[in-house]
């Protein structure tokens, strides 16, 4: 079965740091691109980059440069979303997703709460 | 930055035809998706490469792209189609989203 399994809901205090994981199974984790995105409670979604699982390459949205680093463990077939300098306007649901010249498949999301 | 606008509401009869845009500049030199997302769930790839359909996604969705618009088009809209609706292109190298739209079906 092709899927992703995202790591549980985080509460985090404002200035912390969040990572959190997205394990892929039932396909070839270094042959399809991994992207984050994350929706604020009654928003939109909104990208955040995305990682080569194959190279460890990386692109991020310029929104997000220097506060998050996306890495992977392809022994394990896990791909990470770390996200810095937590603030309370971070308190959303994020997504990895692959990309299969569209957004094929999708993880069942991760909560994360920022709040002191 | 590029943005993608979309209308925040649409409003369907059953059975009806439903009509969701996703505007932007120059939008139809694009490829654009569409995603549905219900209440609690992940988003769902219903429209790929403006007009192609995922297995599984019924036939009453389609979609188009021409111009600065690109248009998901749901025939016969059903009430499990309830949802709001998503549209994504690429702008050099990175991901866009539109703001999305909630479609009732009432």
């Known amino acids: 079965q092709v899927q992703l399994v995202q790591s549980g809901a985080e509460v985090k205090n404002p200035g912390a740091s969040v990572k959190v994981s997205c394990k892929a199974s039932?396909?070839?984790?270094?042959?399809?691109?991994l992207h984050w995105v994350r929706q604020a409670p009654g928003q939109g979604l909104e990208w955040m980059g995305r990682i080569n699982p194959n190279s460890g390459g990386t692109d991020y949205a310029q929104k997000f440069q220097g506060r998050v680093t996306m890495t992977r463990d392809t022994s394990i077939s896990t791909a990470y979303m770390e996200l810095s300098r937590l603030r309370s306007d971070d308190t959303a649901v994020y997504y990895c997703?692959?990309?299969?010249?569209?957004?094929?498949?999708w993880g069942q999301g991760t909560m994360v709460t920022v709040s002191s | 930055s590029y943005e993608l606008t979309q209308p925040p509401s649409v409003s369907v009869s059953p059975g009806q035809t439903a009509s969701i845009t996703c505007s932007g500049d120059k939008l139809g030199d694009k490829y654009v998706c569409w995603y549905l997302q219900k209440p609690g769930q992940s988003p769902l790839l219903v429209i790929y490469?403006?007009?192609k359909r995922p297995s599984g996604i019924p036939e009453r969705f389609s979609g188009s792209n021409s111009g600065n618009t690109a248009t998901l088009t749901i025939s016969g809209t059903q009430a499990m189609d309830e949802a709001d609706y998503f549209c994504q292109a690429w702008d050099s190298s990175t991901v866009v989203f539109g703001g999305g739209t909630n479609l009732t079906v009432l």
């Open positions: 997703t692959r990309d299969q010249t569209a957004f094929d498949i």
């Open positions: 490469q403006g007009s």
């Open positions: 039932g396909f070839t984790f270094t042959g399809y691109y």
